[in-house]
């Protein structure tokens, strides 16, 4: 069964697919660096903040100061358009991951699902020959030409964006979002200065519209988008979906025109040679003399793609290995593609003890963290411990003995009362953080 | 379709299936319906802050006309009237400092009338200028050479000027003896720019108000969560600045009396009365039936806007069970100041965790991307 799956993953099939994307991803990430830059986040959220959550396993990850930064945003806006353009094609993409990924990886409480995402396909992008055609490599090295590549190189972006959509899906399939509206019920009133559907926007009916067309949406779209017959159609869903998400909920940026533009990859090479027949300088394809591109190692490959795909499917799941309700302990929460699922909320109030004298102190969270920063602390239980642990070391240096750190930490899940969320008497300072289940969080009480 | 698409839709549509018969009882959504959020605002506008600096411009003309007395007679007399004076304009800023968006947010009103320090401040030492301090250094030398700096950007400028100045050198305990010309001058300039700025923002009202009444998005930014972010941070103000930092709650006990609200003045605890007051009149809506809370009843939430409303009481309660004053009776009655902190937090919880999370409105200025 598997040199069959492998012959079949090594087919030869058009490269206009993956050009395409090429060319919509790299405009897109030049957007969105550029729309990153002007809005001053660069400086909000990477040189002014005096403290960072950073990743497990990741604590070396900091950031480079202001010019560092902007040096760094400055490559990957250029990288972005290296991208689009096709020129040095391969070393752009690896800056580009580099660069994205790193600044990704310095504060947790800056982690998006569809940064996550895009890390991903930056990776993906530098194995794939997207460069092989219609691209200024090509113009400098024309031997380089292809106009076929193995049929993984488009099967895997398709792979991902289904990824992103079955699993946000699956993610929806919980009776909060299906039975009980939540948490649309309680963003959608906040949404009626909207013209025309505005006054809808307090009918419960919508609510359960919203959530329940999500969540088939998700599941879906990716199969009908796969199937040929229904894709047009689909690809009409595709734009009706997130047009509606930009308009509904603007915060979320970039998100949905990245979906739309990368959407596209579902469309057959055809359909992308003539979508890039009106492209300027587009030569035929059949004009001029190609190659066939064609991997050395094929079976290193397939292992390599196996690996790939298995960890996309079987990660997200790692939840399951958690005991407790997942929204309240967020343990298996993120890079699962759980996207605008729930209504979390928190404050905390910080009490520092001095081990030796018993003198406490309660800390102002404002002089510490930033506002969004504090925003997200307040709900997630490592975010938690790791800026216990920060506040032990700030106290400690300013001559308190083995501080230990205590908080009263309330959290309101999708509209429900704010409940205490973790035990008032434990030292936080003195948890590990790790993959292990926390049990200083209390339990979720509906 | 292929097979394995199909292997796929049959395994999701048995998933959706499956789910839906665990169907629970729906809970009671009688309370939802439309809710105007445009007459809210008006209400707010029209009703609440538009007269709030009318009379704020009133009482800072007041103020002015004490202050002129005071300085060319100095003595008991006129320095009680200007206490009269004083507290009824501070009083009044208290009420409009809720308002602090729009107009009020560019003209930088609250850091040049009433510093609180800044929440983002660390309150350590008792010579550090935070909370409400007053720069008595800078406020004296500025005196002495005869210059002040009030309109630079920095914490030695704000905490030179504003009531926090007026309140020193009108009310510190030789605030009689020690009045001469150049004193006179620089309290008048005091009071003469606290007249431009509230005169320039009670005009800009006049412009702002179809922007304000015209916005009923609730994103960062937006007016309804204005409102919402601005009852959040006068009970951060209430919690620290007011009670809890001169209480000693972030210095391990140790109480700054000197840095309550007014200190010289002597009215912190009308103050802080006044704090909690005009937050839930704000809230409210002045009982008009057009406010905050009346969204929140519409939204189905009557239960969470019961609560809130109680514990603003409660909160009111227990500042009516503490003596005046308060720089005293931080330490002679550190129970009941103490009682009252722990109920300014129960509602701090309520302000910046459940009323965000039922109205969909983002606690904190920053704007970036979510999901």
Not at chain 1, 19 to 34: E, P
Not at chain 1, 397 to 403: D, E, K, T, V
Not at chain 2, 216 to 245: E, F, H, R
Request: hydrophobic content about 45%; some cysteine; overall charge neutral.
């Amino acid at each position: 069964m598997f040199p069959k799956i492998a012959s079949q993953l090594h087919k030869p099939v058009s490269i206009a697919p993956i050009v395409t994307f090429r060319i919509v991803f790299g405009l897109l990430m030049f957007a969105s660096i550029a729309r990153f830059w002007y809005n001053g986040w660069i400086n909000t959220l990477y040189v002014l903040p005096p403290f960072h959550f950073t990743y497990l396993g990741f604590e070396w990850v900091r950031p480079l100061g202001h010019t560092g930064m902007h040096l760094i945003f400055l490559c990957m806006g250029l990288s972005a358009l290296m991208i689009m353009f096709g020129f040095l094609y391969r070393i752009a993409t690896v800056i580009f991951f580099l660069c994205f990924t790193y600044v990704e990886l310095i504060d947790v409480t800056t982690y998006l699902n569809h940064y996550y995402f895009i890390s991903l396909v930056a990776f993906l992008l530098i194995w794939l020959p997207a460069h092989r055609h219609y691209s200024v490599d090509m113009r400098l090295w024309p031997h380089l030409r292809c106009l076929t590549v193995p049929r993984w190189c488009v099967g895997i972006l398709r792979f991902q964006m289904a990824v992103v959509y079955v699993f946000a899906g699956i993610a929806k399939l919980y009776a909060d979002w299906l039975f009980d509206a939540m948490p649309m019920r309680l963003w959608l009133p906040a949404k009626s200065h909207l013209p025309i559907v505005g006054p809808w926007m307090y009918e419960l009916w919508v609510a359960y519209l919203f959530s329940w067309f999500g969540a088939v949406y998700d599941l879906f779209i990716a199969f009908f988008l796969l199937y040929r017959p229904t894709r047009p159609f689909a690809y009409f869903f595709v734009l009706v979906f997130h047009i509606a998400t930009a308009i509904f909920f603007p915060a979320i940026g970039m998100f949905p025109f990245v979906m739309i533009a990368n959407s596209l990859i579902f469309f057959s090479g055809s359909f992308h040679q003539r979508l890039q027949s009106f492209l300027p300088g587009y030569t035929s394809a059949n004009a001029l003399p190609s190659q066939v591109y064609s991997f050395a190692q094929a079976q290193l490959w397939s292992i390599g793609i196996g690996l790939y795909i298995s960890f996309q499917l079987l990660f997200p799941f790692r939840y399951l290995l958690y005991p407790g309700h997942l929204f309240w302990h967020e343990e298996g929460y993120r890079f699962s593609w759980r996207v605008m699922l729930m209504e979390k909320t928190g404050n905390s109030f910080f009490t520092v003890k001095d081990s030796a004298t018993q003198q406490q102190i309660e800390v102002n969270n404002a002089a510490f963290l930033t506002p969004l920063q504090e925003k997200m602390m307040s709900t997630q239980p490592d975010l938690i411990a790791k800026y216990a642990q920060h506040l032990a070391q700030q106290y400690q240096q300013r001559g308190m003995q083995q501080p230990q750190v205590y908080a009263q930490v309330y959290v309101s899940l999708n509209g429900q009362r704010s409940r205490l969320f973790v035990d008032t008497t434990v030292n936080l300072a003195a948890q590990k953080l790790g993959w292990q289940h926390y049990t200083w969080v209390l339990p979720y009480k509906p | 379709m292929k097979p394995i698409y199909l292997i796929f839709s049959t395994i999701a549509v048995i998933a959706l299936s499956v789910l839906s018969c665990n169907k629970p009882d729906k809970t009671d959504d009688t309370d939802k319906g439309n809710f105007d959020k445009t007459a809210m605002l008006v209400q707010y506008a029209d009703n609440q802050i538009i007269p709030a600096y009318a009379t704020l411009q009133t009482n800072i003309s007041e103020l002015q006309a004490a202050i002129d007395a005071f300085a060319s007679s100095p003595n008991s007399g006129t320095q009680a009237a200007l206490k009269t004076a004083y507290a009824n304009a501070h009083l009044q800023y208290i009420r409009c400092g809720l308002y602090n968006f729009g107009p009020a947010e560019s003209a930088i009103l609250d850091n040049f009338f009433n510093f609180t320090g800044g929440l983002d401040y660390s309150f350590t030492t008792d010579g550090a200028l935070t909370g409400f301090s007053v720069d008595t250094a800078t406020i004296l030398n500025n005196i002495a050479t005869s210059s002040n700096n009030f309109t630079s950007l920095s914490r030695a400028s704000f905490y030179a000027q504003g009531f926090p100045a007026l309140n020193y050198l009108c009310f510190e305990p030789n605030a009689i003896p020690n009045m001469d010309a150049k004193r006179a001058q620089y309290l008048k300039d005091i009071v003469a720019r606290m007249k431009t700025l509230s005169d320039k923002v009670a005009a800009d009202w006049a412009s702002y108000r179809s922007t304000f009444v015209g916005n009923t998005q609730s994103n960062s930014g937006s007016p309804i969560a204005n409102i919402v972010n601005q009852i959040a941070y006068q009970m951060d103000v209430l919690k620290g600045p007011c009670i809890g930092w001169p209480l000693g709650k972030a210095s391990n006990g140790t109480v700054f009396a000197s840095k309550c609200e007014a200190y010289y003045a002597g009215i912190s605890l009308a103050l802080a009365k006044e704090r909690i007051a005009s937050i839930k009149s704000f809230y409210s809506g002045n009982g008009s039936g057009k406010g905050l809370s009346d969204y929140l009843v519409s939204l189905g939430q009557a239960q969470l806007n019961t609560d809130i409303l109680a514990q603003m009481d409660i909160v009111a309660t227990k500042l009516n069970d503490i003596a005046d004053p308060l720089p005293t009776a931080l330490t002679s009655q550190y129970t009941a100041v103490d009682a009252t902190y722990k109920e300014i937090q129960k509602l701090v919880t309520l302000v910046k965790t459940d009323l965000p999370s039922v109205t969909a409105v983002q606690i904190s200025y920053a704007d970036n991307d979510g999901d």
